[in-house]
């Protein structure tokens, strides 16, 4: 059964960076990473193509954010920099069948999730 595994989250200091890892079992597909903070609604993160070709990031992470693909390893990644306090969350990377998606419910599979803490 295919499934997503991340990995690489942590506690980092305010401006810090961290790096996150999706890996991934069966086909190649679009996957995109979500975060889901206390007391708030799960919402999009940055979005990558199956062929890595295009990228697309919510306003709150562009710029500081960079999600890539090594479709060898079949790994996504999410660079993340300049990290904020209001960037901790538990991040999840999903799988969807769609070109990319922006929106959690065109995806089907998901990650377990990792914790991202920013200190300030």
């Known amino acids: 059964q295919a499934q997503l595994v991340e990995s690489g989250g942590g506690l980092v200091q305010a401006g810090g960076s961290l790096r996150l890892s999706c890996a991934a079992s069966g086909r190649t597909s679009a996957i995109g990473w979500f975060r889901q903070a206390p007391g708030k609604e799960r919402e999009f993160v940055a979005t990558?193509?199956?062929?890595?070709?295009?990228?697309y990031y919510a306003d709150s992470v562009k710029g500081r954010f960079t999600i890539s693909r090594d479709n060898v390893k079949n790994t996504v990644y999410l660079q993340m920099s300049i990290l904020k306090p209001e960037d901790t969350a538990v991040y999840y990377c999903a799988a969807t069948s769609k070109f990319y998606s922006t929106d959690q419910r065109d995806y089907n599979l998901w990650g377990q999730g990792t914790q991202v803490t920013v200190s300030s």
């Open positions: 990558i193509t199956r062929g890595g070709t295009a990228t």
